[in-house]
């Protein structure tokens, strides 16, 4: 279970980027995070694995929020135990691959877990198969396409077996038929998963509950049809109808207009 | 622009050597103690010893015959560096005059041949030293130097900066492009942006490599990373080193030239 307390975050003291950012996110769930640019969707992500720290805003750091994993306090000195339960896949592929072959990258953190030649392997070749890019095994990194570079990145995370993945902006760039892939895959990826993406159409489909930001604080927090159908909300908030639901009121028009 | 691109290509190589090279079987280990021993043995050579050089050379050469390893590749790479060479013993011909024999009108001086031997030695050293990356790779080479104890923040520091390096260099690349595209007909860099676009890039692969090794450490990398060996120490590892070692020896410690230009001689 991820758990948030009152948690708030400021790059610069005077735009607090989020502000009292409480929430539970329960074992198995699907969660999507939705918002304009600067919402904090991001920044959210780097506090749950601890490539951030909340701030204390002038408070005490015990008065500046805490967040939990599995019962477990993200701090500086649990980072290693909170890493080991949660995958993040990072907007940026390139950021992410760094190892010379994608056989490489995928066995960097088994190796760096302690797992012998053997297991390590054995995980290369699971997270490998459960993406469907064995092919890509021997390639370097540099030569893959931007669909095939984000695919890595998630074996890269998967050969880790973690309990929660993150994914920041996992469509961006990618081409229809890479994004159909992933949606796909998605459900077949098991334990809790955390979407940030402007990609609401994908946020729809593959998501139980959204947590609408803006401004650093959430405004909604609910299921995905009750807030993606929501047009008002979504357009105070920045954002748009997904092009699902603005395809079916359009369909749904043109049908009243011949009757 | 393009050389950029080529140096990606380069450090690109060097990264999947291990697994395309015909010594891909031996293990890093062996192939770091002969590229040792080697300089070592090149380096011990007295000055005035070519015949032992070339001994040495011949050596080198061999191997990479044998190998398939190529030294034309190795001249094209590092040509800079074989040419800063020549400066190593520039000032002896000046230095050391001694006439050591006359070769047709030219008085041939210790100087002359110290100065070719150190070029000689320097250069045998780094055609062993790039064939040691292009059938290792970089990673093979740190695991190795862990097998022999080599400080393990030392094996961190170059591979980070290994890994930095890329990065930079693909900045470098990208900033280049982005200019040379806004920049149509000329060439190279204007003098007055060198200031803003070397800082913009290095800020840039800064911030890359700043996110690389968030994504390191979020796979679990600490500073004792496992350099582990890919390739087990086999048979074949043992008869390498012990055939290598051998045969340089036997080069280097029997003027076998020397033999053979007294044989002529004679």
């Given at each position: 279970m991820i758990r948030l307390n009152d948690i708030s975050f400021a790059y610069d003291r005077s735009r607090p980027?989020?502000?009292?950012v409480s929430l539970q996110i329960g074992k198995g769930e699907r969660v999507g995070i939705a918002g304009a640019n600067g919402a904090g969707k991001s920044t959210l992500l780097k506090l749950l694995v601890g490539l951030l720290f909340p701030d204390p805003m002038g408070k005490t750091p015990q008065e500046s929020g805490w967040i939990g994993i599995d019962g477990i306090q993200v701090t500086k000195k649990n980072l290693a135990a909170v890493r080991q339960k949660i995958g993040y896949v990072f907007q940026d592929s390139d950021a992410q691959l760094f190892m010379p072959t994608v056989e490489k990258d995928v066995a960097f953190a088994p190796k760096n877990y302690g797992l012998d030649a053997v297991q390590t392997q054995k995980r290369v070749e699971e997270a490998l198969s459960l993406v469907g890019i064995e092919d890509l095994r021997k390639r370097s990194v540099l030569e893959l396409s931007g669909g095939q570079k984000k695919l890595v990145s998630l074996a890269t995370v998967l050969s880790m077996r973690p309990d929660i993945l993150l994914f920041d902006?996992?469509?961006?760039?990618?081409?229809p038929g890479n994004r159909r892939r992933f949606i796909r895959i998605l459900p077949e990826l098991g334990g809790t998963h955390l979407i940030v993406s402007h990609d609401l159409d994908l946020l729809l489909e593959t998501c139980g509950r959204i947590i609408l930001l803006s401004e650093g604080r959430i405004v909604a927090d609910g299921d995905t049809e009750t807030i993606l159908r929501d047009q008002s909300l979504l357009e105070a908030n920045g954002l748009e109808l997904p092009l699902l639901i603005q395809g079916q009121r359009l369909a749904s028009s043109a049908d009243q207009r011949t009757q | 622009m393009d050389k950029l691109d080529d140096a990606i290509r380069t450090v690109r190589e060097l990264d999947e050597a291990d697994d395309q090279s015909?010594?891909?079987?031996?293990?890093p280990l062996a192939k770091l103690v002969t590229a040792l021993v080697f300089a070592v043995l090149v380096t011990s050579v007295p000055k005035y010893r070519l015949d032992l050089c070339f001994a040495m050379g011949v050596w080198l050469y061999g191997y990479a015959v044998f190998f398939r390893l190529s030294p034309g590749e190795c001249l094209r790479r590092l040509w800079g560096l074989f040419l800063l060479l020549?400066?190593?013993?520039?000032?002896n011909p000046i230095l050391d005059r001694k006439v050591l024999f006359v070769m047709g009108r030219v008085n041939v001086t210790s100087g002359m041949i110290s100065m070719l031997s150190l070029f000689l030695k320097g250069a045998l050293t780094l055609f062993s030293a790039w064939f040691l990356a292009v059938s290792c790779g970089m990673l093979n080479i740190l695991s190795a130097l862990k097998a022999v104890h080599v400080p393990q923040v030392l094996l961190n520091v170059i591979y980070l900066i290994y890994r930095y390096l890329t990065l930079l260099l693909e900045e470098a690349s990208r900033v280049f492009t982005a200019y040379r595209l806004r920049a149509p007909?000329?060439?190279?860099?204007?003098?007055?942006v060198w200031g803003s676009l070397v800082g913009s890039m290095l800020l840039r692969s800064m911030d890359r490599a700043e996110t690389v090794y968030q994504s390191m450490e979020l796979r679990g990398y600490q500073p004792e990373y496992a350099f582990t060996d890919s390739t087990p120490w086999n048979g074949t590892s043992s008869l390498y080193l012990i055939l290598c070692l051998i045969s340089m020896a036997l080069l280097r410690f029997i003027p076998i030239f020397s033999f053979l230009g007294s044989l002529v001689m004679n």
């Open positions: 980027v989020l502000s009292h902006e996992p469509t961006i760039a990618l081409d | 015909p010594l891909a079987k031996v293990h020549f400066f190593v013993g520039i000032t007909g000329q060439r190279g860099l204007h003098f007055s």
